[in-house]
């Protein structure tokens, strides 16, 4: 790492590693884990997601209690079928190319890809280690996320953050080299090894002037995608709409929902979007993003929303006798899910990026 890239990051806390700002107020956490004698307290939240969507739930369980057509039609593959019986599944889904694969338990966009061949999608099935999703392609031109709680016994819940999320990509001048690009954008060039790993083969390419490059079809910052805070559009209209949505799972309290639509006023209106997912209780509050915070202001926005997640948790625990899962249990997911995390990543540095 370079001395400015050092003093970058050092001054810029949304450049660290997003545990470090975990740090100070992790003391407020274990504060929650004592008040309820449980170290998973959060699993509660959201009882009809596994671990309360804290980490290691799986997308087609989440797919299951949305209300019909507001997300992409999807096939769940098991990493133990054979590529003919992929084939077959596909065809009996009338599933025609480009579509998305991504992993059923994942984060961060790890090992999202667009498949555009039988080849490609061969070669994806043949490298992944666990189960996974064949996606419509959604090509509506905005993706936004939205946080969005309620307390089980009120009939109105609150939207927190409203983000538009930008794929990382580059524009081509005609002279310079795909990594040259990279490095002169200030929002891509601190994410340089992750990047690189990806399009290692591609860049040295030079690209005409004009034309777009998507560095990866995710918009996650872990990516080099770009937040733009869209809380000035937060309104009833909108709170509305999740309102529903919550009602009609039961039992989505507290998270965040990834959605691809048309524009924001048909979001509002309930028209042509698309929810990608749903982050449950560990859900990152990315809203504390792109607003100029400090980090103690931010800090102080993610300790209430902690808040708010404890809250929901006790109401469920105490009112709704929805136990908190037990410690050895606990503690035996989260380190398999941990371990799943680390493959993926490992998996996403190596697999190519059409």
Same mark, same amino acid.
């Given at each position: 790492m370079s001395l400015v890239e050092f003093f970058f990051k050092f001054t810029h806390w949304e450049a660290w590693h997003y545990h470090v700002k975990y740090i100070p107020i992790a003391p407020v956490w274990l504060w929650y884990c004592a008040r309820a004698r449980s170290f998973w307290f959060f699993t509660a939240s959201n009882p009809s997601l596994t671990f309360g969507g804290f980490e290691g739930e799986g997308k087609k369980e989440m797919y299951d209690q949305l209300p019909p057509r507001s997300y992409p039609?999807?096939?769940?593959?098991?990493?133990? @079928?054979?590529f003919s019986s992929v084939k077959d599944l596909l065809e009996s889904h009338c599933f025609s190319f480009?579509?998305?694969?991504?992993?059923?338990?994942?984060a961060m966009g790890l090992m999202f890809r667009i498949v555009n061949s039988e080849t490609e999608l061969k070669r994806y099935h043949?490298?992944?280690?666990?189960?996974?999703?064949?996606?419509?392609?959604? $090509?509506?031109?905005? $993706?936004?996320?939205?946080?969005?709680y309620r307390m089980p016994d009120a009939e109105k819940g609150r939207v927190t953050g409203f983000l538009l999320k930008q794929q990382p990509a580059v524009i081509g001048d005609g002279r310079s080299t795909l990594l040259q690009l990279i490095r002169k954008n200030k929002d891509l060039k601190y994410k340089l090894y992750e990047i690189n790993t990806r399009h290692r083969e591609r860049l040295a390419m030079i690209l005409p002037e004009g034309e777009k490059f998507i560095l990866?079809?995710?918009?996650?910052?872990?990516?080099?995608?770009?937040?733009?805070?869209?809380?000035h559009e937060i309104d009833d209209k909108l709170v509305l709409l999740f309102d529903n949505i919550s009602r009609h799972t039961k039992h989505?309290?507290?998270g965040r929902y990834d959605i691809k639509?048309? @524009?924001? $006023?048909?979001?509002?209106?309930?028209?042509?979007f698309s929810i990608l997912e749903y982050n449950?209780?560990?859900a990152g509050i990315q809203h504390v993003y792109g607003n100029g915070l400090t980090l103690w202001q931010a800090c102080a926005t993610i300790v209430q929303h902690w808040k708010i997640?404890?809250?929901?948790?006790?109401?469920?625990?105490?009112?709704?006798?929805?136990?908190?899962?037990?410690?050895?249990?606990?503690?035996?997911?989260?380190?398999?899910?941990?371990?799943?995390?680390?493959?993926?990543?490992?998996?996403?540095? $190596?697999?190519?990026?059409?």
């Open positions: 039609k999807s096939i769940f593959i098991s990493a133990q @079928s054979g480009p579509f998305v694969v991504k992993p059923d338990v994942g043949n490298t992944m280690h666990a189960n996974y999703l064949v996606q419509e392609l959604i $090509e509506y031109p905005l $993706e936004v996320s939205v946080f969005y990866s079809y995710a918009s996650n910052r872990s990516q080099g995608g770009k937040l733009v805070n869209l809380a989505f309290y507290y639509c048309n @524009s924001i $006023e048909d979001l509002k209106n309930g028209n042509r449950g209780a560990g997640l404890f809250r929901i948790s006790a109401h469920n625990n105490k009112k709704n006798r929805i136990p908190y899962w037990e410690h050895q249990r606990g503690r035996k997911f989260l380190k398999s899910a941990m371990q799943n995390l680390q493959l993926l990543e490992k998996l996403d540095r $190596e697999f190519p990026v059409s």
